[in-house]
T-cell receptor, first 115, second 113 residues
Framework: DSGVTQTPKHLITATGQRVTLRCSPR?????VYWYQQSLDQGLQFLIQ???????AKGNILERFSAQQFPDLHSELNLSSLELGDSALYFC??????????????FGSGTQLSVL | DQQVKQNSPSLSVQEGRISILNCDYT??????FLWYKKYPAEGPTFLIS?????DKNEDGRFTVFLNKSAKHLSLHIVPSQPGDSAVYFC????????????FGQGTELSVKP
């Protein structure tokens, strides 16, 4: 158990809909990361937050947004969903989110299926 | 632009033999490299790492080698065990990118008894 909690584990929805994925980081970790894993793809970095502030942005679509709340949990919002958004979405956390030698601790992911 | 590449989608080895997983990168700013292991229905878990100031790091059966001039790293598992069967991801980070990790596509290792 990594200590990172993601809910829900599975989500099935229709095209055009909006969903929210939730992540609670490990106790004491200030930084949260969101990654997307599609079929035959590696883990694609989406966005990073540190102590409530956006720190880095990757290949995140404009239809997607995220935030980190004062209690440090994070939500990833996906809107106007398309079939191609079907993927496994991982949340990870780390202590400081600043050093290159930090390990990330991953949750078990949310499997999103857009039908 | 795939900055971290794992060109072998899969690898099959016999139990007790050596498993060698390879990874190439293009960004010369990367200064820290990690390997993560992922079992089905679980998130990736940290396995071993290496700083760019080193060329080798060993932890039990796992050794990571870094060749900076070739922008190449490899993970050696000796001896391989059936429980090592998983997807292995190579990842890298750069000083000016904070804690963000860039991952390769992964290599699925199958260790046969």
């Amino acid at each position: 158990d990594s200590g990172v909690t993601q809910t829900p584990k599975h989500l099935i929805t229709a095209t055009g809909q909006r969903v929210t994925l939730r992540c609670s980081p490990r106790s004491g970790d200030l930084s949260v990361y969101w990654y997307q894993q599609s079929l035959d793809q590696g883990l694609q970095f989406l966005i990073q937050y540190y102590n409530g502030e956006e720190r880095a942005k990757g290949n995140i679509l404009e239809r997607f947004s995220a935030q980190q709340f004062p209690d440090l949990h994070s939500e990833l919002n996906l809107s106007s969903l398309e079939l191609g958004d079907s993927a496994l979405y991982f949340c990870a956390s780390s202590t400081r989110g600043q050093a290159t030698n930090e390990k990330l601790f991953f949750g078990s992911g949310t499997q999103l299926s857009v039908l | 632009d795939q900055q971290v590449k794992q060109n072998s989608p899969s690898l099959s080895v016999q139990e007790g033999r050596i498993s060698i997983l390879n990874c190439d990168y293009t960004n010369s700013m990367f200064d820290y490299f990690l390997w993560y292991k992922k079992y089905p229905a679980e998130g990736p878990t940290f396995l071993i790492s290496i700083s760019s100031i080193k060329d080798k790091n060993e932890d039990g059966r796992f050794t990571v080698f870094l060749n900076k001039s070739a922008k190449h790293l490899s993970l050696h598992i000796v001896p391989s065990q059936p429980g090592d069967s998983a997807v292995y991801f190579c990842a890298a980070s750069a000083r000016n990118q904070g804690g963000k990790l860039i991952f390769g596509q992964g290599t699925e290792l199958s260790v046969k008894p």
